[in-house]
């Protein structure tokens, strides 16, 4: 059994930081796909960042250059940094990971794609 667990969410102005966690527990095995989706109220997901075993990543347009997911100390945590944060950025933060490999690019990953779900963590900018 798999079960992930988000932190590090919170409330900033406009303009500063955040480093989300998602912590994996359970079997990983030899590959996977993580990808971290954010839900604004009234919106569907949205799928923002992916890293796969070797450590490629990619990410939406909207935060590509401002946002980086990264491998933290183990297998098991995945981190997403998040920087010159804007009140557009204010969501429900996912992890989600696919325990064989990315099915698709992150432009167009869906939430079927994935097995495993934190429960989320809550992120607001402010302005």
């Known amino acids: 059994q798999v079960q992930l667990m988000e932190s590090g969410g919170g409330s900033v102005q406009a303009g500063g930081s955040l480093r989300l966690s998602c912590t994996v527990s359970?079997?990983?095995?030899?590959?996977?796909?993580l990808g971290w989706f954010r839900q604004a109220p009234g919106q569907e997901h949205e799928g923002i960042a992916l890293i796969d075993t070797i450590g490629i990543t990619s990410y939406t347009d909207s935060v590509k250059g401002r946002f980086t997911i990264s491998q933290g100390n183990g297998k098991n945590i995945v981190l997403l940094q998040m920087n010159s944060l804007k009140p557009e950025d204010t969501a429900m933060y996912y992890c989600?990971?696919?325990?064989?490999?990315?099915?698709?690019?992150?432009?167009?990953?869906?939430?079927?794609?994935?097995?495993?779900w934190g429960q989320g963590t809550q992120v607001t900018v402010s302005s």
């Open positions: 989600a990971v696919n325990l064989l490999f990315c099915v698709r690019p992150v432009a167009t990953m869906r939430r079927g794609d994935f097995g495993y």
């Open positions: 359970g079997n990983m095995y030899s590959g996977y796909c």
